[in-house]
Every structure is written in C-alpha cells, then in structure tokens.
C-alpha cells in the first residue's frame, strides 16, 4: 500500500468538485471563505449518514475502520486487516496512493482472495457521477494492490415498503458498475496532474452555467455570478426549450427577450410571453378562463399539502423519499364569496398519515370541487392514504376524484413579464393586484417546510420553538392556499 510522498490534499470528493467545475474546487481549496451553503445542505449531510449506516448494518460481522486519532491510523488498520486476510466486510476501508486518499464504503471479501466494492448513495438510482466517484476509488485500490473482483453503486431500492419497524433488508439494491468505471480509472492520474496543475495556478476562469447545479448546487454562484450583467427578461427562462433558444440567440448576440425581433417565435407560448415582455401589458384571456373556472361547482375548496420525506423510509407502508403528507391548508368559499380556513399540522414525529386522512374527511366538504396547484401532487397523496387505509378509502378517493388543476388554467390565460417564464404560484402571486410575494415569511416554500418539519421533530428542539416553527408553517401553507383564491379571482377578473 503506497501513500506516497505527497500529503493526502485530494480525495474522491475533491476530484468531483473538480469535474463539476475546476473553478469550484479552486475556491474549496483556496478561498472556502466564500462559499454559501444552502439551507439543505445539512438535511443532505445526514440523510447521507443515515443510508451508510443502514447500509452497513445489513453486513453482519463487519468492520468499521475509524479514522481515530487521524486518518494514518484508519490507513494503518486497514492496511493491518488487508495484510491478515481477514474475511469479513470492511467498512471505511482507507487507501491512499499519490497523495488521493479514499475511504470505501463497503468492501466484501468474495471467498476468492478478492473483494466486492460497493459504493453506496441515497439515491434510487445510479447516477454518472457515481461511477465517476467509484472509479477514483478503483484507481486508487488498484496502486494499493487490492484485487478487485467487483464494484456496484449499492442505492436505495424504490421498490422497497417497509413492513417491519427498524427492518431493512431489501432496502438497497447493487447496480454492478465494475465495467462502465475501469476506463474512467485509467484516466485517474491524468485528471489528478491536472488538478493539482489547476489548484497550483491563479483562480481559473469559468462563467456560471448549468454545471452550477449539476450535480450538485454550487457554493460559490453567488461569488461567481457577482460581476455579471443582470438580465431582466433572458431568453433562457422561455419554458423547455429556452437554453436552447438561448444558445442560438447568442450566436447573434442577443441574450434579452426585448431584443429579440417580434414575430421570431413560433411556439404560441413563447410568442405569448415574447409579446407580453415586449409590450409591458400582461396577457390575461379573461373570457377563456371563465369557460373553464365558471364549471367548477360551490364549495370550492382550496387545497395544498405540506410533506416529507426520508432517504430510509420510518414509517410503516412507505418507502424511500416517499412524500408523506404532515400538512394541509384548506380554504373553503361558498356561493357568496365567504371563506372558511380549515388546516392540520402534526410536528409529533409519529407517522402523521392516519390523523392526515381523518382531518381530510372530517374537513373538507362532501360536495363541489376541489382545487390545487400542479393537482397530481394532491391527488397522489390522498390516492395513497386511501392505499393505506382501508376504511377510509371510499371518502379519499372520492376527495380525489373531485380534484382539478388551477396552474393550467393560469398558465394557458395569464402571463405578466415579471414572471420570468414561471407559473409557480410563488412567480404569478406577486403580478396580480398587488397580492405581495412570500419573501418575509420564516417558511417560504416546500424545501423550507421540509426544514421546519425536520427542526421541529427533532429532540434537541425546545417547545417554544417547535410552537414557533408551528405558527411559521401555518401561515405559510395558508398563504400557498389563499393565494390560489386570489388567481382565481384575478383570472376570472371578479372582485
């Protein structure tokens, strides 16, 4: 086992930093002072953890290998245990060669004097990035000496229920990736003399892109896009294919949608907001949504959920990243225009479904129709409760089947410019009368209610804040919901 004269400054998440975009590990390495992280990257950090640590359970006798009091002494035991044969699962394996040092998974001993590599992610799936991780991995076994005889990205299976408290056998399933990561292990010492030719050279140049979220939201955007000219109304935000448009735009020197020529497209969407943007006045076919709004039968009631989900399922009948509901606002009108506000909200901990479905029953009205923003979503949660409880069944699904869809409405007979090509109810509120933005609320969209929720169960968490956290997602749900009465009414061009 080789660790080279160098000091162990790469290791395989360093070196995909790097292939995301040079720029970015440049400022990991040299100017971290910059970076801003995302709220979620916390939540991501421990669901990451959790998975490892499921993952190595399933592998009875293993060996956890800890890097204590350093990482030499985590190289030292893993050497040690490599050099004795030992025939059981090692877990944190430590390998370094050339100054890139890795820490494995998960080695299983295949009975043959080899080992099986298994890489594990969080994911459902097998992503290009994870064979690219799992390839700096074999690169560095390979100069180590150790024989590998197969490697997989071990992820989660979404086919998998759990059916048993703390039960997870089953839960992950191994996409064999030996094959498709040998060639990208060859190229290993190439990238690293580049890396280090890179991080040993000024700050490299790069403008901010789709590799700025791709894999992975870049720390540094903020930093890297502080010089750039603001666009108002870029060719880029046109819905589906505007990067494509964007790029040909370009091409002429044109990155604006106001500097666009009228009559250039011929997509009746984009010619729509093209039009809206170059005139300033918003499109609204007021008639055309009254046709559709005007069939929509009293009570009308308006309905968001809040959900969360977890990497490993907790609760029984759900399975990974499941969307399970532990929120719902709901705003009633009647014929006259009067509104009545109905809500749920469980921060408990304990499954929420069961008290979810009961509150949806008891709530929402026998009759008249049921309104929400992108329905799928809605519909699908209560499709599933009604999965999970038999005896009220008959009442979700007849909840679910009275369900439509406001955003295609909106999206087919409204668009103001300052939307930017977005009919997420958070881009239309703020152009219709006034009706404000979500930008002052303490929970100001789903990932921030997925935050809340994980704070507020949390055992560290003090009552007084989970009332907090309460009365935040509260307001913000019932913002989601109100907001949809006022587009209807906007839409519809009512009082």
Request: net charge negative; with cysteine; charged share 25%.
């Given at each position: 086992?080789?660790?080279?004269?160098?000091?162990?400054?790469?290791?395989?998440?360093?070196?995909?930093?790097?292939?995301?975009?040079?720029?970015?590990?440049?400022?990991?390495?040299?100017?971290?002072?910059?970076?801003?992280?995302?709220?979620?990257?916390?939540?991501?950090?421990?669901?990451?953890?959790?998975?490892?640590?499921?993952?190595?359970?399933?592998?009875?006798?293993?060996?956890?290998?800890?890097?204590?009091?350093?990482?030499?002494?985590?190289?030292?035991?893993?050497?040690?245990?490599?050099?004795?044969?030992?025939?059981?699962?090692?877990?944190?394996?430590?390998?370094?060669?050339?100054?890139?040092?890795v820490r494995v998974d998960i080695m299983e001993p295949?009975?043959?004097?080899?080992?099986?590599?298994?890489?594990?992610?969080?994911?459902?799936?097998?992503?290009?990035?994870?064979?690219?991780?799992?390839?700096?991995?074999?690169?560095?076994?390979?100069?180590?000496?150790?024989?590998?005889?197969?490697?997989?990205?071990?992820?989660?299976?979404?086919?998998?229920?759990?059916?048993?408290?703390?039960?997870?056998?089953?839960?992950?399933?191994?996409?064999?990736?030996?094959?498709?990561?040998?060639?990208?292990?060859?190229?290993?010492?190439?990238?690293?003399?580049?890396?280090?030719?890179?991080?040993?050279?000024?700050?490299?140049?790069?403008?901010?892109?789709?590799?700025?979220?791709?894999?992975?939201?870049?720390e540094f955007v903020a930093y890297c896009s502080r010089?750039?000219?603001?666009?108002?109304?870029?060719?880029?935000?046109?819905?589906?294919?505007?990067?494509?448009?964007?790029?040909?735009?370009?091409?002429?020197?044109?990155?604006?949608?106001?500097?666009v020529p009228p009559g250039s497209f011929t997509n009746?969407?984009?010619?729509?907001?093209?039009?809206?943007?170059?005139?300033?006045?918003?499109?609204?076919?007021?008639?055309?949504?009254?046709?559709?709004?005007?069939?929509?039968?009293?009570?009308?009631?308006?309905?968001?959920?809040?959900?969360?989900?977890?990497?490993?399922?907790?609760?029984?009948?759900?399975?990974?990243?499941?969307?399970?509901?532990?929120?719902?606002?709901?705003?009633?009108?009647?014929?006259?225009?009067?509104?009545?506000?109905?809500?749920?909200?469980?921060?408990?901990?304990?499954?929420?479904?069961?008290?979810?479905?009961?509150?949806?029953?008891?709530?929402?009205?026998?009759?008249?129709?049921?309104?929400?923003?992108?329905?799928?979503?809605?519909?699908?949660?209560?499709?599933?409760?009604?999965?999970?409880?038999?005896?009220?069944?008959?009442?979700?699904?007849?909840?679910?089947?009275?369900?439509?869809?406001?955003?295609?409405?909106?999206?087919?007979?409204?668009?103001?410019?300052?939307?930017?090509?977005?009919?997420?109810?958070?881009?239309?509120?703020?152009?219709?009368?006034?009706?404000?933005?979500?930008?002052?609320?303490?929970?100001?969209?789903?990932?921030?209610?997925?935050?809340?929720?994980?704070?507020?169960?949390?055992?560290?968490?003090?009552?007084?804040?989970?009332?907090?956290?309460?009365?935040?997602?509260?307001?913000?749900?019932?913002?989601?919901?109100?907001?949809?009465?006022?587009?209807?009414?906007?839409?519809?061009?009512?009082?």
């Amino acid at each position: 086992m080789n660790s080279g004269s160098r000091q162990f400054g790469l290791s395989k998440s360093k070196i995909t930093s790097f292939e995301q975009c040079p720029k970015r590990l440049w400022l990991q390495t040299h100017r971290a002072d910059l970076a801003e992280l995302d709220a979620g990257a916390e939540a991501r950090f421990a669901a990451g953890h959790e998975v490892g640590d499921a993952a190595c359970a399933l592998c009875p006798g293993g060996v956890m290998i800890e890097a204590e009091p350093d990482l030499a002494a985590a190289l030292q035991r893993t050497q040690d245990l490599i050099s004795a044969s030992v025939q059981a699962p090692l877990f944190e394996a430590t390998f370094a060669h050339d100054g890139v040092l890795v820490r494995v998974d998960i080695m299983e001993p295949d009975g043959l004097g080899g080992w099986h590599v298994a890489e594990v992610k969080s994911s459902t799936s097998r992503k290009d990035y994870h064979v690219a991780d799992l390839a700096t991995q074999l690169w560095v076994l390979r100069e180590a000496g150790v024989q590998v005889s197969s490697a997989a990205i071990r992820h989660l299976n979404n086919h998998f229920f759990l059916t048993e408290e703390g039960n997870y056998h089953g839960a992950f399933v191994d996409t064999p990736s030996l094959e498709d990561a040998k060639p990208l292990s060859l190229k290993r010492p190439k990238l690293v003399a580049e890396i280090r030719s890179v991080l040993g050279s000024e700050e490299p140049a790069r403008d901010p892109g789709d590799h700025c979220h791709d894999p992975f939201p870049c720390e540094f955007v903020a930093y890297c896009s502080r010089d750039l000219e603001t666009v108002r109304y870029p060719i880029s935000s046109l819905p589906r294919t505007g990067r494509q448009l964007a790029a040909k735009w370009a091409e002429h020197g044109i990155v604006e949608l106001e500097d666009v020529p009228p009559g250039s497209f011929t997509n009746a969407v984009h010619a729509r907001i093209h039009e809206a943007t170059l005139s300033g006045v918003p499109y609204h076919d007021v008639e055309g949504a009254r046709r559709i709004i005007g069939d929509w039968e009293y009570p009308r009631t308006y309905l968001d959920f809040e959900t969360i989900a977890f990497a490993l399922p907790r609760w029984l009948g759900t399975k990974p990243w499941e969307q399970v509901p532990f929120q719902f606002s709901a705003h009633i009108e009647d014929r006259t225009g009067h509104i009545t506000h109905r809500e749920f909200l469980s921060l408990d901990g304990q499954d929420p479904r069961r008290t979810c479905a009961e509150a949806l029953v008891a709530q929402i009205p026998e009759d008249g129709t049921i309104i929400a923003y992108n329905a799928a979503f809605e519909r699908t949660c209560i499709l599933r409760l009604a999965e999970r409880f038999s005896d009220l069944a008959e009442d979700l699904k007849a909840i679910a089947a009275r369900i439509v869809d406001l955003l295609p409405v909106t999206r087919e007979h409204w668009y103001h410019r300052d939307q930017g090509g977005s009919w997420s109810i958070k881009a239309v509120l703020p152009t219709i009368r006034n009706s404000g933005d979500y930008a002052a609320l303490d929970v100001a969209d789903g990932s921030a209610a997925q935050l809340a929720y994980l704070e507020a169960i949390s055992p560290v968490t003090t009552e007084a804040r989970v009332a907090e956290i309460a009365q935040s997602l509260r307001t913000y749900c019932a913002k989601d919901t109100f907001a949809m009465v006022e587009v209807v009414r906007h839409l519809t061009d009512t009082k």
